[in-house]
T-cell receptor
């Protein structure tokens, strides 16, 4: 079956622009996670949804970051007024239920110039 | 607080050698999960194993084996008879907060880059 997909795969934004990153989880997966991976580092948690409810957004670095999952399926991570320090790979993961492994998408590489 | 330490930044071996990747974790929870993921040069994280805190049995899957020791808070990963295709960055991760209805977020180590030379 299809895995987690993300789009776009690559995004170049000028500093100050807004960007929107999309995640299509595996069909039927209840839990959805966003992570940020800087070059040479491990992924770091941003936010978590269970169905359409955002249960944990403790990892969002600033109020410029916003995520939604309105119908409990596709999710969008939005970054407003991008800064150079936002340059990273943004990973989306989904899992079918609680206490289960997470399946990751290919990521979106964001470069802010 | 939760923390995962992978002290080996890079390891280089010759094909057919055995190699062990170390992982040490910190948590105050009694119920937690440990994971290993592989990130090949293509970039996509690939799930390898999940182990819960109540199951200290070692596990073997083909050339891969995992050694979980609660007494030393370690969850080490061994590849036997390494192959060039094993070259990747390997991440150890911890998930806790489940008993408190937490978010099951993964806390990752910094990763170990394994290079297997022919």
């Amino acid at each position: 079956g299809a895995g987690v997909s993300q789009s776009p795969r690559y995004k170049v934004a000028k500093r100050g622009q807004d960007v929107a990153l999309r995640c299509d989880p595996i069909s039927g997966h209840v839990s959805l996670f966003w992570y940020q991976q800087a070059l040479g580092q491990g992924p770091e948690f941003l936010t978590y949804f269970q169905n359409e409810a955002q249960l944990d957004k403790s990892g969002l670095p600033s109020d410029r970051f916003f995520a939604e999952r309105p119908e409990g399926s596709v999710s969008t991570l939005k970054i407003q007024r991008t800064q150079q320090e936002d340059s990273a790979v943004y990973l989306c993961a989904s899992s079918p239920t609680r206490n289960y492994e997470q399946y990751f998408g290919p990521g979106t590489r964001l470069t802010v110039t | 607080a939760q923390k995962v330490t992978q002290a080996q930044t890079e390891i280089s071996v010759v094909e057919k050698e055995d190699v062990t990747l170390d992982c040490v974790y910190e948590t105050r929870d009694t119920t937690y999960y440990l994971f290993w993921y592989k990130q090949p040069p293509s970039g996509e994280l690939v799930f390898l194993i999940r182990r819960n805190s109540f199951d200290e049995q070692n596990e073997i899957s083909g050339r891969y084996s995992w050694n979980f020791q609660k007494s030393t808070s370690s969850f080490n990963f061994t590849i036997t008879a390494s192959q060039v295709v094993d070259s990747a960055v390997y991440f150890c991760a911890l998930s806790e907060g489940i008993t408190q209805g937490g978010s099951e977020k993964l806390v990752f180590g910094k990763g170990t880059k394994l290079t297997v030379n022919p």
